[in-house]
Structures are given as structure tokens and as C-alpha cells.
């Protein structure tokens, strides 16, 4: 009796934690799904609503960099949707994928960085003033993703550690379409609060089930307050002084 009752206790146990982990992987669904939403509203005035009206005119380098990106964001929230079902051996099929498809992105985030204020100066629509004043906005993105997505790929043994590494990583590329809802009427400190909001919200949760918010999260909110210092730093005449020589080279 004493044994099958053990049996029984052991299975109840085994079903909880199961049941842990399901709410778990649901939640990083949600919040992957949250980024998606965050980007395409972030970018339809100046992108995505264009290119639904059959109207958005830009060189063929921004159309390839849009791709890529929501293709990152579509890769992310169908790994969180596997990681969901348990599927692991599909998941660490699409991690490999992934591996690529994170480098790519951050190859060509860094390209454009530079590229798109190149053919804003070229087009005459900005001074090579303004494309110095950009290009630590775009490039700060790429560094704080690449940081993360580095120490994702390093820790993909790990898993505690490397999806909180993914998630932050992605928050970090979140920030182009939380800066671009100035065009929707949000000031700059909101869409920066509304850049925090998926961390917050992980972290609410670490604390809300471990009692502890992960190490991971707190270096991603450390990491991000720092990257903000890229905003006002694009105006110093220190950056100045190298940047505008930069485009003036680049736009000759």
C-alpha cells in the first residue's frame, strides 16, 4: 500500500511540474507574440502600412533588412511555440537555424546602420549632421543584440540562462519600432518605457514564480539604460567630430 502510494504521489509530482512548464513556455509565447505586435505597430506608419497599400519606395537593401528582421521575430515566437509543445529535438534543429539566421541579422543590421543614413544624405532629405547624430541609434542596437545573442549561442546548453538571453536580445532590436511611435504622437520617455515593458514583465514573472529575478534580466535592464546614453551621445561634439567626417566620406 505504502508503495503505491509513493507511486501515486511521485506521478501527482511529475504532473505539477509538467503542468510548471507548459505555463512556463506559454508565457515566452505571449511575450514573443507582445514584441511582434510592438514592431509592426512601431513601424506602420513609415514601413508596413506603406507596403500593405502597395506604396513603400525604398532601396532594395531596406526591403531585404525588413525581411530578415521579421523573420527573426517569426522564428522567435515559432521556437517559443515548440519549446511549448516540448518538442526538443525540433527545437534544437531550429536553434542551429537559428545560429545563421541571428548572424545574418546582426551582419546586416550593422550594414544598414550605415547604409540607410547614406541614402537619406544622398536623397537630400537629411544633412550629414543628422546621419551622425542617427547612426549610434541603429548601431547601439546591434551591439546590445549582439551582446545577448553571443551569450545565448554560448549558453544554449544552459537553458535557464540562454532564453533569457534570446529574449533580452530581442527586446534590444525592439527598440527601432519603440522609438518610431513618435510618429503615432508617443513621446520619447513613453516609447522608451513601452521599450522596458518586456523586460518588466519577465522579470515580474521570475519573481513571481522563482522569488528571485534571474541575473539575465538584470544585466539586460543595466545593459539597456546604458545603451539609452547612445541618444544624448549622438549630439555631443566629441561624436560629432568624427561622425560628420564619416558621412561626408561615405556621401562624396
Not at 19 to 38: D, E, K, P, W
Not at 56 to 79: D, K, S, T
Not at 113 to 142: C, K, R, T, Y
Not at 182 to 204: E, F, H, K, N
Amino acid at each position: 500500500m505504502a508503495e503505491i502510494e509513493s507511486q501515486v504521489a511521485m506521478r501527482a509530482s511529475a504532473a505539477r511540474g509538467a503542468t510548471r512548464q507548459r505555463v512556463r513556455s506559454r508565457f515566452y509565447v505571449g511575450i514573443a507574440v507582445f514584441m511582434l505586435a510592438m514592431i509592426l505597430v512601431g513601424f506602420w506608419p513609415s514601413y508596413y502600412g506603406a507596403l500593405v497599400r502597395g506604396a513603400a519606395e525604398a532601396p532594395v537593401i531596406l526591403h531585404v533588412h525588413g525581411a530578415i528582421f521579421m523573420g527573426w521575430m517569426l522564428l522567435f515566437i515559432l521556437q517559443t511555440v515548440v519549446a511549448a509543445r516540448s518538442d526538443l529535438r525540433l527545437h534544437r534543429s531550429l536553434g542551429s537555424f537559428g545560429i545563421a539566421y541571428g548572424a545574418l541579422l546582426w551582419l546586416v543590421g550593422l550594414l544598414v546602420s550605415f547604409v540607410a543614413p547614406v541614402i537619406n544624405v544622398n536623397s537630400g532629405e537629411w544633412s550629414v549632421v543628422d546621419a551622425a547624430i542617427f547612426l549610434p541609434i541603429p548601431f547601439g542596437d546591434m551591439v546590445l543584440f549582439g551582446a545577448f545573442f553571443l551569450a545565448a549561442v554560448l549558453n544554449r546548453h544552459r537553458p535557464e540562462i540562454h532564453k533569457r538571453c534570446m529574449v533580452v536580445a530581442t527586446i534590444a532590436v525592439c527598440f527601432a519600432a519603440a522609438f518610431r511611435l513618435q510618429a503615432l504622437g508617443v513621446s520619447i520617455p513613453l516609447a522608451i518605457a513601452i521599450w522596458y515593458v518586456p523586460l518588466a514583465i519577465c522579470m515580474g514573472y521570475d519573481l513571481r514564480k522563482t522569488r528571485r529575478v534571474h541575473p539575465v534580466y538584470w544585466i539586460g535592464a543595466v545593459a539597456m539604460a546604458i545603451a539609452l546614453l547612445r541618444l544624448p551621445f549622438g549630439n555631443t561634439e566629441f561624436w560629432l567630430s568624427f561622425g560628420v567626417p564619416l558621412f561626408e566620406s561615405l556621401t562624396a
